[in-house]
């Protein structure tokens, strides 16, 4: 072999291996670019007889906004007395509204409620289910539980905090929302009766940047 095929072949090799270098870095550019996603600001705030917000970071997976998920804080009035504050997870997929018409959210929290004589601490789930019956304009109902057997003080008599609510929701542009609903506060007691602490309307704003 002389001395010009050994160059030959190395200029190849080298060819070769600066080709493999740029696919590489490619595709850790794009990597990348998937891994770096914005964050996104979710508010809500609601008043009426009793008020409350919620605050959360998360990412919203699509240009229209419709799927969300992130980290929350929240707090609430749940009677004038009563108060709730809960730190969680949140996620909602509204994106088959304008398909099949049906939407959901959930959330999952660590929660404290304090109340005259009353407190309690421990684990908060909650469903939203929303249908969409004209353009932009939906109904949705939601149930929300913090059991006592999920919390860190179980000597409490009740068996279970209840949170049920029902409304309307329009979304007035790209992440913005106004809507209006009517909450119901509960009790589940150690006899397994349910008694209401307080019921009322609510206006809210929820945005999305």
């Given amino acids: 072999m ?7 072949l190395l200029e190849k090799k080298l060819y070769c291996l ?13 990597a990348q670019e998937d891994i770096l996603v914005p964050a996104s600001l979710l508010l809500r705030a609601e008043s009426g007889v009793e008020n409350g917000y919620l605050v959360s970071i998360g990412h919203a997976q699509d240009v ?15 009677t004038s007395s009563r108060k709730l504050e809960s730190f969680g997870v949140i996620a909602y997929n509204m994106s088959d509204l ?5 939407g959901g959210e959930m959330t999952a929290s660590i929660s404290r409620t304090k109340d005259t004589g009353y407190e309690r601490t421990g684990f908060d789930f909650s469903l939203t289910i929303h249908h969409q019956f004209m353009t932009a304009l939906s109904v949705f ?9 999920l919390s860190f003080d179980s000597s409490n008599s009740e068996l279970s905090e209840l949170t049920t ?8 542009y790209t992440g913005i ?16 009766s349910l008694s209401s602490l307080s019921n009322y309307f609510q206006f809210g704003l929820s945005t999305l940047f």
């Fill in 98 to 102: 304008t398909k099949s018409n049906w």
């Fill in 64 to 78: 229209e906004k419709t799927i969300y998920s992130g980290l929350y804080y929240s707090t609430e009035s749940l």
């Fill in 18 to 30: 600066l080709c493999l270098s740029s696919l590489l870095s490619i595709q850790v550019a794009q």
């Fill in 141 to 149: 109902a939601s149930a929300e539980t913090r059991p006592t057997f």
């Fill in 2 to 8: 002389n001395i010009n095929t050994l160059k030959t």
């Fill in 165 to 172: 609510t029902i409304g309307l929701d329009y979304n007035l």
């Fill in 177 to 192: 929302n106004i809507y209006g609903q009517y909450k119901n506060n509960s009790v589940f007691s150690s006899d397994t």
